[in-house]
């Protein structure tokens, strides 16, 4: 909880999501990089001056998703937004590559300077639409300490959106949250079934009884 209060020092934050273009060889990608950087700093800026606490960006329309195993092509040009982002305000700032990179993500807000990276997959496995998800706590965290980054936050899923719980039905969302908390997440994330559907508020009062970890929704 300390970590994370000291990067998010109110105590209620608002994070404005930059839902970036179609990236570099991805299906639907229309833009050139020049453009695409272009567009996510005017949404960034456009949030900065509503106020909003912090900021994160997500290759969200490289549709269809990887499962992990993003190209090098990603990696460097979310590599180049995060750092123009960085120059342009010091409000916490994180990421998210899709599916499922959280070691490329954390690279890249370690070269970045950003604050912290949303990672699915924590712990115990799902079946995404990408496929079938193992838990990566272990591997990441031990990354985190190789690249001395202990000082960016693992904000973490648990029974994440579009997914398939069946193969973890004996293991409810406060049982989920108490294994990632006992696995050194920084934070715990809930959503609802998918994008736009709200999570309930039945779960995430009974996590926040359950563990000591801040609560994102």
């Known amino acids: 909880m300390q970590r994370f209060q000291t990067v998010f020092t109110k105590p209620r934050s608002i994070v404005g999501m930059i839902h970036l273009l179609p990236l570099l060889g991805t299906p639907s990608q ?3 990089p020049a453009q695409i950087l272009d567009i996510a700093l005017q949404e960034a800026d456009t949030y900065l001056r509503a106020g909003l606490d ?3 960006i997500e290759n969200m329309h490289d549709l269809p998703y990887l499962n992990r195993h993003v190209g090098p092509e990603i990696v460097a040009q979310m590599s180049i937004i995060a750092h123009e982002l960085r120059k342009l305000s010091r409000v916490p700032i994180g990421i998210q ?7 490329q993500a954390l690279a890249v807000a370690v070269a970045a300077g950003l604050d912290f990276i949303r990672a699915e997959g924590f712990v115990f496995s799902h079946i995404a639409d990408e496929g079938q998800m193992d838990a990566c706590a272990g ?3 031990r990354y985190r300490r190789q690249m001395e980054a202990q000082h960016i936050l693992v904000l973490t899923d648990i029974k994440k959106k579009h997914s398939a719980h069946a193969i973890t039905q004996d293991v409810n969302i406060v049982e ?3 294994a990632a908390a006992f696995f050194h997440s920084d934070g715990l994330i809930l959503t609802g079934s998918a994008t736009g559907k709200a999570a309930s508020l039945q779960e995430i009062e009974a996590v926040k009884a359950a563990v000591k970890l801040p609560v994102l929704v």
């Open 97 to 103: 590559i899709l599916a499922g990179a959280n070691q």
């Open 176 to 178: 989920t949250a108490e």
């Open 30 to 32: 229309q833009h050139s």
């Open 54 to 56: 912090a900021l994160m």
């Open 139 to 141: 591997e990441l965290l």
